[in-house]
């Protein structure tokens, strides 16, 4: 019980950073873990008496449904009133996925970030992890970002709002991540898949180290709402062109370009930035959030 109750604690804590409360469900689901490999999942009616024990401690509060820190009542309001305003929003970017699904070399997209909380802002962005074709993520990074550019739906300068964030492309043969740690493994525990569903289950299944982080991850077997079903015409206009796409030798100058382009930018050089420009993965992160969470997170633990 010591056990499950300091996971508790640690992960209503870790949440309590992204000023998230969580239901006990979601407790349940995205319990983490910072003791060593080996530890055990544990099932709801566990999580749930340990997390009873702990409100009658007084260690934690119950306030609508969701569960969180002593001090943080106002955060259950914020939550639901992200959330009705986040549903809009992904019915927004579900709308967008079916036209991205068309793209030449697009295998898969993914909603992270604050959307995948269904937390956002009203300003806020929508951030993609997106799977292109092996051999093709250069030409693919080019016209993905070249339509929704025209389509008004890419981010970029000052536009933000209600656009396409893209900085994390991978291809269809290297899912697994390469940053296997905490904030990765919440980060795509939580990512809601917008199309080609089977794709995000491989994905799930070359991501199983999320599960030293938290025990009770399993692979999802239910398809959400928000995630778009292929059809034969969607098939068929995305082969044809990528049939076209594919007469040109559009690869090696997209790379080449795209390559010389990251060197010149600034933010590629910034301390602690994480930039990969490789065949494999185009990850472009200047200042990665995964950091300073940990150590917010280990500084309010320490309190």
Not at 101 to 108: A, G, H, I, Q, S
């Amino acid at each position: 019980m010591y056990r499950l109750s300091k996971d508790i604690l640690d992960t209503v804590t870790y949440y309590d950073v992204f000023d998230y409360p969580l239901s006990a469900f979601e407790i349940w689901k995205h319990l983490l873990t910072l003791q060593e490999e080996g530890v055990r999942p544990s099932s709801y009616l566990e999580v749930y008496a340990a997390l009873r024990h702990e409100i009658a401690r007084g260690t934690l509060l119950e306030d609508r449904g969701f569960y969180g820190l002593r001090g943080r009542e106002g955060l259950s309001v914020l939550r639901i009133r992200k959330e009705k305003l986040s549903a809009a929003k992904l019915r927004r970017i579900k709308q967008l996925a079916r036209f991205i699904r068309l793209f030449p070399y697009v295998r898969f997209a993914g909603a992270t970030g604050s959307l995948s909380l269904k937390y956002g802002d009203i300003g806020s962005d929508w951030d993609l992890f997106v799977v292109l074709r092996a051999g093709k993520i250069w030409t693919g990074r080019f016209i993905m970002t070249g339509i929704l550019l025209l389509m008004g739906k890419w981010r970029h300068g000052r536009k933000v709002r209600n656009r396409a964030c893209l900085n994390y492309f991978v291809t269809d043969e290297s899912l697994e991540i390469g940053t296997q740690d905490l904030f990765s493994a919440h980060e795509y525990r939580f990512m809601i898949p917008l199309f080609n569903y089977p794709l995000f289950q491989k994905f799930e299944l070359k991501n199983r180290w999320i599960a030293r982080f938290k025990p009770n991850f399993s692979l999802s077997e239910i398809r959400p709402i928000w995630c778009v079903g292929e059809s034969r015409q969607s098939f068929l206009i995305r082969r044809t062109l990528e049939s076209v796409a594919d007469t040109f030798p559009l690869e090696r100058l997209c790379a080449q370009w795209q390559k010389s382009k990251i060197g010149r930018n600034p933010k590629t050089r910034w301390e602690g930035s994480y930039i990969e420009a490789t065949d494999r993965a185009l990850i472009f992160l200047p200042r990665p959030r995964g950091p300073r969470v940990y150590e917010e997170f280990k500084r309010r633990l320490s309190v």
